[in-house]
């Protein structure tokens, strides 16, 4: 008799069906049973409103997580940079896949690089993070560009650029990567330029935390040094009692002598949107071998941006 079907819940646009449709092709190799997918409509999804005008945090994942907790859905697929930093009481991130690219990109008019978009140029994002770093680096090389805030999904938003309406729009690469649509790209955003949001490129594989059996199969598609990444990254989110819709990057790279990883760091940058104003640091150790560690080291870092009046900042934004 054929094993009942595991149910993934998962959002209805493009990118999170495809992300949704990889991580059921890899639960179904791992455990051996078929993955339908359950799609959830999020407010997120149906809010027209800029992130920051809603809160941000957990409109992409909070009608999964009431799923999961209904037991209308076995597991969900989450976007890790759109998770709150407190996990609910009840479910548990079963598994960290490998991350994928962490980059912001652009796509531009006429295939151009950021450095070479004409004077005036309108760059589209609904990303705070995006728009401080974008203005600050403009600012301090000379560059003249409005950053516009928009919404909508990848299709939505890349029109926006073919119908000239604005000179480029910034994605992630990620995102791009996963719907077969990075031949778009015109300019990868170093990170010296752009830091990632906290989690970026990530997945977040979630259950119930009581089923003890679903959490082992998951588990088999954890990547360790990706959760420890990410935990570290979303640890000064926390710290800095900042939401994922706030003007906040982070990357912990991992530091490898030949094949043997041997230290991680963690950058983090906060910023007031016009660019006028940041906070950028950074620190290095060991790579953490627990959470524990990998926790410490996001608090730690917050605690010198907090010292520089990192919070003074993010507050600037919302006044």
Not at 88 to 113: S, W, Y
Not at 179 to 184: A, K, L, N, V, W
Not at 314 to 319: H, K, L, P, Y
Request: with cysteine; net charge negative.
């Amino acid at each position: 008799m054929t094993e009942k079907a595991l149910r993934l819940g998962t959002r209805r646009s493009k990118l999170a069906m495809a992300q949704s449709g990889q991580v059921a092709e890899a639960v179904r190799q791992v455990t051996g049973r078929p993955v339908e997918l359950v799609e959830i409509t999020t407010y997120g999804d149906t809010s027209r409103e800029h992130l920051a005008q809603i809160g941000g945090t957990g409109v992409f994942v909070t009608a999964l997580r009431d799923a999961l907790v209904r037991g209308e859905v076995d597991f969900a697929v989450h976007s890790l940079k759109d998770l709150p930093t407190a996990q609910p009481q009840g479910l548990v991130l079963a598994a960290i896949p490998k991350r994928e690219d962490p980059r912001d990109v652009i796509v531009a008019r006429d295939a151009l690089k950021f450095t070479d978009l004409p004077r005036g140029a309108r760059i589209g994002t609904g990303s705070p993070r995006r728009m401080a770093q974008l203005n600050a680096y403009a600012r301090a090389h000379g560059l003249d560009i409005e950053t516009v805030p928009i919404r909508g999904n990848v299709d939505t938003r890349i029109r926006y650029v073919h119908d000239g309406e604005l000179d480029a729009v910034v994605l992630a690469a990620a995102g791009l990567n996963r719907i077969g649509r990075s031949d778009e790209v015109t300019d990868f955003l170093s990170v010296d330029t752009v830091l990632p949001a906290p989690g970026q490129g990530a997945l977040a594989i979630e259950c119930a935390a009581d089923n003890a059996s679903l959490i082992a199969s998951l588990g088999e598609l954890d990547d360790p040094l990706t959760r420890a990444a990410v935990t570290a990254e979303r640890s000064l989110l926390a710290a800095l009692e900042a939401g994922c819709s706030a003007p906040v990057g982070a990357l912990a790279d991992l530091l490898a002598d030949g094949q043997i990883v041997k230290e991680m760091r963690l950058r983090g940058v906060v910023g007031t949107t016009d660019g006028t104003r940041m906070v950028q640091l950074s620190t290095t150790g060991p790579v953490p071998q627990t959470e524990t560690q990998a926790i410490a080291l996001g608090r730690d870092l917050a605690a010198e941006m907090l010292a520089q009046g990192a919070a003074g900042l993010m507050g600037e934004r919302a006044q």
